[in-house]
C-alpha cells in the first residue's frame, strides 16, 4: 500500500473549517483513500472515504486531486471535540491499514 | 447503530500469564482485523480474518494466536505475557473482500501487564 505523508499537528480556531492536508504521491490506481480519527485511546472513527471524486457527509468533505497524489480532508465548522488524530491512509481492496503518524489536530476556543 | 463490541475493556495480568480478547463484529460483517496500539505509538496490524480462514498476517508474535468462529466473533489468545505486551487491542470488522470495504473499529481492550 501507497504510503502517505501528513504535516505532525495544525491548530484550527473553533468555528473555522480545518484543512487537513495529506500527499500520497505513490497511489496506484485501485487503493483508494481512507481518513480516520483517533480520540485519545478511543478506537479509530471512520470518516469517509474516496477513490477519483471528491466526496461529502455529514462529518466531512474529501477533496481529491485530479492526479490523485494528494488530498484534503475538510471539517467544515470544527469544534472542541473534534480534536484527534487524524490518520490520512492509502489502501487496495481488502487490505489491512497501515497506519502512519497521523495529524495531531488542536482547536482553539 | 450496532458497533463493535469488545470484551473485556480492561485487564490487568501478570507475566508469564495468559490473556484472551474477544471481538463482536458488527451485525452481518465477516471480516474482523486486530490491532495493537502501544503506549504512544501508532495503532499496528496484527492479524486478520474472512469468512473464518485466515487472511492476512503482520507483526503478530509467535505468543498469539487468534481465530473466527462460526457467529464470526473472534478472540485473539496471548501467552507468556511479557511487560511489552501491554498496550490497546483494537478490533476491526468489515463486510466482504470486494471493493473498499470500510473497517469500522471497537473500542479497544486496555492490557496491563506487571
Known amino acids: 500500500d501507497a504510503k502517505t505523508t501528513q504535516p505532525p499537528s495544525m491548530d484550527c480556531a473553533e468555528g473555522r473549517a480545518a484543512n487537513l492536508p495529506c500527499n500520497h504521491s505513490?497511489?496506484?490506481?485501485?487503493?483508494?483513500v481512507y481518513w480516520y480519527r483517533q480520540i485519545h485511546s478511543q478506537g479509530p472513527q471512520y470518516i469517509i472515504h474516496?477513490?477519483?471524486n471528491n466526496e461529502t457527509n455529514e462529518m466531512a468533505s474529501l477533496i481529491i486531486t485530479e492526479d490523485r497524489k494528494s488530498s484534503t480532508l475538510i471539517l467544515p465548522h470544527a469544534t472542541l471535540r473534534d480534536t484527534a488524530v487524524y490518520y490520512c491512509?492509502?489502501?487496495?481492496?481488502?487490505?489491512?491499514?497501515?497506519f502512519g503518524s497521523g495529524t495531531r489536530l488542536s482547536i482553539r476556543p | 447503530a450496532a458497533g463493535v463490541i469488545q470484551s473485556p475493556r480492561h485487564l490487568i495480568k501478570e507475566k508469564r500469564e495468559t490473556a484472551t480478547l474477544k471481538c463482536y463484529p458488527i451485525?452481518?460483517?465477516?471480516?474482523v482485523y486486530w490491532y495493537q496500539q502501544g503506549p504512544g505509538q501508532d495503532p499496528q496490524f496484527l492479524i486478520s480474518?474472512?469468512?473464518?480462514?485466515?487472511?492476512d498476517k503482520g507483526s503478530i508474535p509467535d505468543r498469539f494466536s487468534a481465530q473466527q468462529f462460526s457467529d464470526y466473533h473472534s478472540e485473539l489468545n496471548m501467552s507468556s505475557l511479557e511487560l511489552g505486551d501491554s498496550a490497546l487491542y483494537f478490533c476491526?470488522?468489515?463486510?466482504?473482500?470486494?471493493?473498499?470495504?470500510?473497517?469500522?473499529f471497537g473500542p479497544g481492550t486496555r492490557l496491563l501487564v506487571l
Open positions: 476491526a470488522s468489515s463486510f466482504g473482500l470486494a471493493g473498499a470495504e470500510t473497517q469500522y
Open positions: 505513490t497511489i496506484s490506481g485501485n487503493e483508494y
Open positions: 474516496g477513490l477519483k
Open positions: 491512509i492509502v489502501r487496495s481492496r481488502a487490505s489491512k491499514i497501515i
Open positions: 451485525p452481518r460483517h465477516d471480516t
Open positions: 480474518f474472512y469468512e473464518k480462514m485466515q487472511s
